[in-house]
């Protein structure tokens, strides 16, 4: 079945690069995604990579995609207190649609 | 161009009772979707509508029913709540019909006592 997993917890310093990591199980996702979700909020697309690329990169992120480990990455550069937040990645189901698989996110805890 | 948008933002409910959950989608979006959120069990898919039609459905039982109308926003209801329905409740839309990025609300908290 589909199955998206995702470290729980990453801890950074304020400055340096954060890499959030994500495995997935259906090779014919045709788009993956990242979302950012802060206290009390609803989740905020960040970004997202379709299937025939490799890497995707839009301001400060950075999305590497390995298909054939079914791996995908999400890099902050300079990462600042204002990206502490639970990031979720998510596939989008082969049952069609617009229906995601989402992990269990990972929450981003950035110090000074 | 304004969000989607969801009411209301908080609900306290008891037990047996029912409730409905509105959504309005970003302007020109014809799909919504909603998941339900909780620490166990995490970001679970409900159904999905695409022009007044539920084209998808997760895996919960009939007591979660939902439809789209005709200007595409859409609500859901669950009729005899139970504890376990407490959640955050997200409702997201989509432009396209098929593979199109998910644009999530802030979503609904439901508390059931």
């Known amino acids: 079945g589909e199955d998206v997993e995702q470290s729980l917890f990453l801890s950074v310093r304020e400055g340096d690069s954060s890499v959030i990591n994500c495995t997935y199980t259906?090779?014919?996702?045709?788009?993956l995604y990242w979302y950012k979700q802060e206290p009390g909020a609803g989740l905020q697309l960040l970004t997202y990579?379709?299937?025939?690329?490799d890497m995707k990169q839009d301001q400060r992120l950075t999305v590497l995609l390995n298909k054939k480990d079914k791996h995908l990455s999400l890099r902050i550069a300079d990462t600042q207190t204002g990206d502490s937040a639970i990031y979720f990645c998510?596939?989008?189901?082969?049952?069609?649609?617009?229906?995601?698989?989402f992990g269990a996110g990972t929450r981003l805890a950035v110090h000074p | 161009k304004a969000g989607v948008t969801q009411t209301p933002r908080y609900l306290i409910k008891t037990r047996g009772q029912q409730v409905t959950l509105s959504c309005s989608p970003i302007?020109?979006?014809?799909?919504v979707s909603w998941y339900q959120q909780t620490p166990g069990q995490g970001l679970q898919f409900l159904f999905e509508?695409?022009?007044?039609?539920?084209?998808n459905k997760g895996n919960f039982p009939g007591r979660f029913s939902g439809r789209q109308f005709s200007n595409s926003r859409s609500e859901m209801n669950v009729s005899t709540l139970e504890l376990g329905d407490s959640a955050l409740y997200l409702c997201?839309?989509?432009?396209?019909?098929?593979?199109?990025?998910?644009?999530f609300g802030n979503g609904t908290r439901l508390t059931v006592t």
């Open positions: 997201a839309s989509s432009l396209r019909q098929y593979n199109s990025p998910l644009h």
């Open positions: 259906d090779s014919s996702s045709t788009y």
């Open positions: 990579i379709f299937s025939n690329m």
């Open positions: 998510a596939e989008s189901s082969t049952g069609g649609y617009n229906k995601l698989i």
């Open positions: 302007s020109g979006h014809r799909s």
């Open positions: 509508y695409f022009s007044e039609t539920q084209r």
